[in-house]
Structures are given as C-alpha cells and as structure tokens.
C-alpha cells in the first residue's frame, strides 16, 4: 500500500505543476502573413469609389482571388483607393474606338511577298528631339559612370553598350524623366475606361499586381509613365516579370537603379535576337537589293539597308524613327565618348 500510496501522491503533484504552468494556446484560424492575405473568414471589405460601379473590376478582382491567391479583401482596398485619370484618357490614341476583330478567313497557301517599304515621314523633327547635344553630352556622362556596368553587360548578354545606352537616353533621357504617373491609377484607367487597348491594359494590370507581390513593393507608391512603363529603360510589367535582372546583387530588381537598367536592357536585347557587332542600319544609294526602309526628311527621302538588330531594336519600340534614333544616338555618343576617354 506504501508503494501505491507514493504513486499517488507523485501523480498529484505531477498535475499541479501542469496547472501552474503556461496554457498552450493554439489559435483556430490562421494568422495572416502578409497585406496580400487575409485568413478567409473575414468579411472582405466592400467596394467603393469610382470603380464600385464598373463590372470589369469586380470580374478583374474575383480572376486575380481565384487564380493566384489574392485576397478580396486587400484588392478591393487597392481598388477602393484608385483614381480615374482623364488626362491618361487623353494620351491614349482613339481610346473609345473598339479594335479591329481579328481576321478568321482562309489562309492562303501561296508564300508571302512582303510589301515594299512606304516612307516613314517626319524624320527631320523626330531626329531634333534626340540628337542634338545636350543628349550625346549626357549620354556620354552616363557612360563614364556607368562604363563598369555597361562593360560586363556587353560581356554577359553580347549586346553592344552604346546601344543599351542609346536605349535609356531615348526612353527617359538617361533617367531624367522616368515618368510621374501613379502607375496603379494609370493601368487601371486604361483598362476599364478606354476600350482600344483595354485588353493588353488588363494583362499589363494583372502582370503589374504580381510582379509587385513579387518583388515586394507597395502598389500604390509606384510612379512610371502614363502607360505603365517603369524604370530608366520604360518596361511594362509583363516585360519586368520577365526579363529584368538584379545586375548590382543587392537581391532585388530595381529598375530605377541605373545598373539593374543597363543588365535589364542587355538581357531584353539578348532575349529579342541580338547579334552582337552586327548590322543596325547603314545608308545606302542606287540599287537596293537588302531589306530596307526609307525615311522621309526636309530634303528628301532617305534609304537605310537594316539587319537583324534595327528589327530587335523594333521589338522594344515598333516605330521606324524611335529604332532609327536609339542606332544613330548611340553611335553618336559612342563617338565622342571614345574621343575623350
């Protein structure tokens, strides 16, 4: 009977400490672990603002809850908050003219002849906007303290460095003008408020929404252009998502870092076709037998033998005279850089 008697008194002290000591308390719903989620039991926030009474954008949210995970509750805060811009309205081209619908006949088996080249006019003015000296001086500034970056982008993607320059200097004036625009607003606005392009606006606003998840930035607090292009080389999100680089090592993708631009821009190039030290454009006279484009001017119109890189430089801008500008500014700063180094 000792032995039992000692058992039980161990057992009761035993169960007093366990009262005395701290609860284990195990929380029944999950806690949230970020502003893009919120544990499904609480009641999503409602709605409001100016596009509570566009249908798009409830369709728009539920798409981006069911197919990756955002919370109804943090979008319609995003969406709660965001502004119509009337002045972005004003810069899209046409933006109520619904789009041509995509042809659905027969396809010819005959091979295609491609058409000869129509002048592309205004040349003269166009050219005035970017080359002129202010913008070769700048350019060859941001060379000399970019030469690092821009030397072992050359050497990681193969893609000529005055080229990536001419690239920055003709979208944003070598960072000087990256845009003012709340980008959040603008994609939104052109999405569900334009009808031309409001199709490529949403995939841009669905690209824009991930790409801030994923690299952990604030929506609200990122600023571009009117169109949704960010950073020193004018990527839209899609293109950010996937071909912008961490270049400086810093463990994140900053395009507004002058040396994540640059590796961004040579990693767009490489991925677009680039042929490094090979044919852009050359002028040419009197018998054309090369693929070529003419450009109109004051005095006349000019002829230019293209290669493949002049069509990779298209793929960032699909404009004869934007491709013609970014070639013969970064030749021009080019030029005066090796003349003074």
């Known amino acids: ?6 058992l039980f008194v161990l057992f009761l002290l035993l169960l007093l400490a366990g009262c005395a000591s701290e609860p284990v308390i195990r929380p029944s719903k999950p806690t949230p672990v970020d502003t893009g989620k919120v544990p499904d039991y609480i ?3 409602p709605l409001i603002g100016i596009y509570a009474n566009q249908a798009g954008v409830r369709e728009f949210i539920q798409y981006m809850v069911h197919d990756y995970g955002f919370s109804e509750d943090y979008l319609n805060g995003l969406f709660s908050q965001a502004n119509k811009l009337d002045s972005v309205i004003r810069l899209e081209v046409d933006p109520f003219v619904p789009p041509k619908p ?3 006949g027969p396809i010819s088996s005959e091979p295609v002849v491609p058409p000869k ?3 592309t006019a205004g040349w003269s003015s166009y050219r005035k906007q970017f080359l002129d000296d202010t913008h070769i001086n700048n350019g060859v500034n941001f060379w000399r303290q970019n030469a690092a970056a821009l030397q072992r982008a050359a050497q990681t993607y193969h893609v000529d460095p005055e080229y990536i320059v001419g690239i920055i200097g ?3 004036y070598f960072g000087r003008n990256v845009g003012k625009t709340n980008t959040f607003d ?3 606005t052109l999405s569900f408020f334009t009808i031309r392009r ?3 606006f949403s995939k841009e606003l669905e690209n824009f929404l991930l790409m801030s998840k994923e690299e952990n930035l604030e929506p609200r607090k990122i600023i571009g252009s009117w169109a949704g292009a960010l950073g020193l080389g004018q990527f839209m999100p899609k293109s950010f998502r996937k071909l912008a680089v961490d270049f400086n090592g810093d463990g994140k993708r900053d395009l507004w870092n002058s040396e994540d631009a640059i590796g961004s821009v040579a990693h767009y190039f490489k991925n677009s076709g680039w042929q490094f030290n090979q044919l852009v454009a050359t002028p040419i006279n009197g018998d054309i037998d090369a693929e070529y484009i003419i450009l109109g001017t004051d005095s006349g119109n000019q002829f230019w033998a293209i290669g493949q890189n002049f069509k990779t430089i298209k793929k960032y801008n699909s404009s004869n005279k934007y491709a013609m500008a970014v070639h013969q500014l970064g030749q021009s700063i080019k030029q005066r850089y090796l003349m003074t180094k």
């Open 1 to 6: 009977m000792t032995t039992y008697r000692r």
């Open 43 to 45: 009641e999503p926030r």
């Open 102 to 104: 995509k042809y659905t």
């Open 117 to 119: 080249p129509k002048v």
């Open 170 to 172: 003709v979208e944003t």
């Open 186 to 188: 603008a994609l939104s």
């Open 198 to 200: 409001a199709e490529y």
